[in-house]
Every structure is written in structure tokens, then in C-alpha cells.
Nanobody, 126 residues
Framework: QVQLVESGGGLVQTGGSLKLSCAASGLPDDVYTMGWFRQGPGKEREGVSCISSNGGRIHYNDFAEGRFTISRDNARKRVYLQMNSLNPDDTGVYFC???????????????????WGQGTQVTVSS
């Protein structure tokens, strides 16, 4: 049974930083693309970033480019999202997701993802 558990969310002031972590279990191997998505209050869920199974391909949504950094540690079965220069528009629930892909792709569209975590709340105060 695949399980993704996010942590690291919280309340931070504008300009602050947070590092989210996603712990994966039950994945049969390391050939999984990992992604981060978010859903702000009253908004649809949107892609934030993704990283391919060996880390060779990374994608950031425009709003994350230059502020957020995704990384993964396959030995520990974790993926991280370092978020800097946060602003109130970054407020929302952040989800970790994965899909199996031996082709080392990184697709930022949620329909590609098979497994999802429960999310962690990020709140940025002005």
C-alpha cells in the first residue's frame, strides 16, 4: 500500500521560508516521479514542481521558479520542497504526489499522478 505523508507546513511571515518534506512508503521501487501541488483557499489545485525518478528532469510552475527548490533522496524515500521568499499568495494546502515512470519524465499535470498525500497547510501572513 503506497502512502505519502507530507510535513513541514506552518505559519510564516511574508518573506519567510519553509521546507516541506514528503515521506513515501510502499513504493515497489524508486522509479517514481514525485510532484508537489497546492490548493489555495477558493482556488483549484495547481502544480508547483516535479522531479523525475533519478532527478534528471525538474519542472517549476512560473510562480515557483527562482523561489522554490525541489529535491529528492531516494535512499530515504523522501522528496523535499524548499520555499523561500514566501508571500500570502503561497497560502494553501500543499500535496505530495507520485506516478510510476521508468522513462524519467516530469509531468506537472495532476492527471498523471496516481498516489497523493493528505496535504500540509502553509499559511503566509502579510
Amino acid at each position: 500500500q503506497v502512502q505519502l505523508v507530507e510535513s513541514g507546513g506552518g505559519l510564516v511571515q511574508t518573506g519567510g521560508s519553509l521546507k516541506l518534506s514528503c515521506a513515501a512508503s510502499g513504493l515497489p521501487d524508486d522509479v517514481y516521479t514525485m510532484g508537489w501541488f497546492r490548493q489555495g483557499p477558493g482556488k483549484e489545485r495547481e502544480g508547483v514542481s516535479c522531479i523525475s525518478s533519478n532527478g534528471g528532469r525538474i519542472h517549476y510552475n512560473d510562480f515557483a521558479e527562482g523561489r522554490f527548490t525541489i529535491s529528492r533522496d531516494n535512499a530515504r524515500k523522501r522528496v523535499y520542497l524548499q520555499m523561500n521568499s514566501l508571500n500570502p499568495d503561497d497560502t494553501g494546502v500543499y500535496f505530495c504526489a507520485s506516478y510510476h515512470d521508468p522513462g524519467d519524465s516530469c509531468m506537472p499535470f495532476e492527471q498523471w499522478y496516481d498516489f497523493w498525500g493528505q496535504g500540509t497547510q502553509v499559511t503566509v501572513s502579510s
